[in-house]
């Protein structure tokens, strides 16, 4: 369908992207009119609230949020949605993996939605999350998973803080 299509489109224009190691350039904004069908596709029900949350989620763009940060979003747009079902929502997002989430310093939870492999600087001054390229970082052994287990994701978060 189409709006699959164009979200391949945008992961496929990210891994460019990330080859030229800009991170930050803007991707093509996935057409509004496609949301319901973006979130039936991903077996989401269209309710009022994802519709919304997509919108300001899934607008091509690159962005790291709390789910505090889009609470505030919401408000300003004239939205009531609960913190509470934000929560959920955003939770729902990262089962469908539409959306990551990156657990920092002191149980805090950042969203990311870049869902190309890639690290995270942590600012601990600003609080913000940057994306590291793949590339830049270089593992070169991981222990097996324990009995029964694999390995799903390996999440790297660098903590900067100010020098001196
Ligand atoms: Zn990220």
Do not use: W
Not at 41 to 53: A, D
Not at 98 to 126: A, E, P, R, W
Not at 144 to 156: L, Y
């Amino acid at each position: 369908m189409k709006d699959l299509d164009n979200l391949h489109k945008l992961i496929d224009k990210e891994k460019h992207l990330f080859e030229k190691g800009d991170v930050e350039e803007k991707i093509e904004k996935i057409n509004s009119d496609n949301f319901t069908d973006f979130l039936k596709k991903n077996q989401l029900k269209p309710t009022h609230q994802r519709f919304v949350l997509a919108e300001l989620l899934f607008d091509g763009k690159n962005k790291h949020f709390t789910a505090e940060d889009l609470y505030e979003k919401v408000k300003l747009k004239k939205n009531k949605i609960s913190l509470a079902t934000i929560y959920n929502t955003l939770h729902s997002f990262v089962e469908k993996k539409l959306l990551k989430q990156v657990s920092i310093k002191d149980g805090k939870t950042i969203f990311c939605t870049n869902m190309n492999s890639h690290y995270h600087f942590f600012n601990s001054v600003t609080g913000q999350l940057t994306d590291i390229p793949k590339n830049k970082i270089k593992l070169k052994t991981v222990p097996t998973a324990p009995d029964g287990m694999k390995i799903d994701s390996i999440n790297v978060v660098i903590n900067l803080t100010k020098k001196n």
